[in-house]
């Protein structure tokens, strides 16, 4: 079935550190891919997608990009901030006519001063 | 910017009891949804709700679950006889249209659920 892989946390960084969190996917059609976030106490919101193959989501300075070929989507940003702290989460959605989202486990970034 | 809320954030109850984990979603959005996660694994679809009726379910959504949208701004999700492995943080979701998931579902902060 269709099923998102994340690695496992918690990721532990220093401020201005380079973050990438991995994230596969498994899908039948043709899925559209999302990174969520969570802050402590709040809900779920989303960060980026992209619809496509070899399109880019980006958003506060984070990045993926769909990759088909080796069928990946992981979270990428150049320097972290402390205010990055939270969980994130990949997740898939796959056929045109269904709604749900498949998400991953989650990984738990710590980003230290 | 307008927000899904839910209520309570933490509800803890006894085996066997029924609880209601109330949601309210955007005013202006028509589907929504609920998923859950038990710790430590992954967020779970458990099912979506459109026009005051169940649109997509997942096999966790059996007997013991139902959903109600009972006053136009509220959205519920009942379990009936609560189980041990019901505990989990429920979050209830909601999104203007229904475009394959490709329109955003705005989430809330989550309730969760320990049963004892």
């Known amino acids: 079935g269709d099923s998102v892989t994340q690695m496992e946390g918690p990721v532990t960084l220093s401020e201005e550190a380079f973050l990438t969190i991995n994230c596969t996917y498994t899908?039948?059609?043709?899925?559209?891919l999302f990174w969520y976030v969570q802050y402590p106490g709040e809900g779920l919101q989303l960060l980026l997608k992209?619809?496509?193959?070899?399109d880019k989501g980006s958003n506060k300075g984070f990045e993926a990009t769909y990759r088909k070929e080796t069928t990946s989507f992981h979270l990428e940003k150049g320097s972290v901030q402390v205010s990055d702290s939270a969980v994130y989460f990949c997740?898939?959605?796959?056929?045109?006519?269904?709604?749900?989202?498949?998400f991953g486990t989650g990984t738990r970034l710590q980003v230290f001063p | 910017e307008p927000e899904v809320t839910q209520t309570p954030s933490h509800q803890v109850t006894q085996m066997g009891q029924e609880v209601i984990l109330r949601c309210v979603p955007i005013?202006?959005?028509?589907?929504f949804y609920w998923y859950r996660q038990i710790l430590g694994q992954k967020v779970e679809f458990l099912v979506s709700?459109?026009?005051?009726?169940?649109?997509?379910k997942s096999e966790i959504f059996d007997d013991q679950f139902s959903v109600e949208r009972p006053d136009g701004s509220n959205f519920t999700l009942k379990i009936r006889s609560t189980k041990l492995e019901d505990s989990a943080m429920y979050f209830c979701?909601?999104?203007?249209?229904?475009?394959?998931?490709?329109?955003?579902?705005?989430f809330g902060p989550g309730t969760r659920l320990t049963v004892l």
């Open positions: 709700f459109y026009n005051n009726e169940i649109s997509e």
């Open positions: 899908a039948t059609g043709y899925p559209s």
């Open positions: 005013s202006n959005h028509l589907y």
């Open positions: 997740a898939l959605s796959v056929e045109y006519n269904t709604d749900k989202l498949i």
């Open positions: 979701a909601s999104t203007p249209s229904r475009r394959g998931g490709v329109d955003t579902q705005y």
């Open positions: 992209a619809t496509k193959a070899d």
